[in-house]
């Protein structure tokens, strides 16, 4: 069993839907949790950071932790044709570093 | 703010073969972090720097991968000799400091044939 699952997807969206990104993990010891954006033929960026359990909003994006189910989740809200990209999920015991990432979900907003 | 800079974008090689990449992370980061990316996975952290000394190298193929970042600022990775299996996007990353939010660069595309 890997330490951190991700549906690869790729997941297709009509604009202005909800698209909801979630991963798994096995290792409950993960205390940071961080979603990054991958555009193709770049390198990824960070889009949302959080510690331990709970919610966390900016601007459309919103993440949830579930440590109980070891799950998390990445919500875009009225999606744009410019999120196209892959998500990548990444955890780690010590903040922004140390990082176990997803295989990434390729997500694409058809307008 | 100029962003991470790696060199170069793409490289074919042959197995057997050497290659290089180099890296130039951000001004004052003084973090840098070379990850591997095979296609469909997510990126593999294969050695760590924090100026000029190596924090974390646990996954580093030490036989055939060595790295090195003499003045603290940019980087070199090696392979020596390359395998098939080394195909991937290499990427190198920089923070401020330990446990900051890591920047990536563009990477560098590994073809070995």
């Known amino acids: 069993q890997k330490e951190v699952e991700q549906d690869p997807g790729p997941l297709s969206v009509p604009e202005g839907a909800i698209v909801s990104l979630n991963c798994t993990y096995s290792n409950s010891a993960f205390q940071y949790f961080m979603w990054y954006r991958q555009y193709s033929r770049k390198g990824p960026e960070l889009l949302m950071y959080?510690?331990?359990?709970g919610n966390k909003e900016d601007g459309r994006f919103t993440a949830q932790v579930d440590k109980s189910s070891k799950y998390i989740s990445l919500f875009i809200r009225d999606s744009q044709p410019s999120d196209s990209a892959t998500y990548l999920c990444a955890m780690s015991l010590f903040g922004n570093e140390k990082l176990t990432f997803g295989t990434g979900t390729r997500l694409t907003i058809i307008p | 703010e100029a962003g991470v800079a790696q060199s170069p974008r793409y490289k074919i090689i042959e197995k057997r073969q050497s290659v290089a990449f180099w890296c130039n992370p951000i001004?004052?980061?003084?973090?840098l972090y070379w990850y591997q990316q095979i296609l469909g996975q997510g990126p593999k952290l294969l050695i760590q720097f924090q100026n000029n000394g190596v924090v974390d190298d646990s996954q580093l193929p030490k036989d055939r991968f060595s790295a090195e970042r003499l003045k603290g600022v940019d980087s070199t990775l090696k392979i020596q000799p390359a395998k098939l299996e080394d195909s991937a996007v290499y990427l190198c990353?920089?923070?401020?400091?330990?446990?900051?939010?890591?920047?990536f660069g563009p990477g560098t595309r590994l073809l070995v044939l």
């Open positions: 001004s004052g980061h003084a973090t």
């Open positions: 959080t510690y331990s359990s």
């Open positions: 990353a920089s923070s401020f400091g330990l446990k900051e939010t890591q920047y």
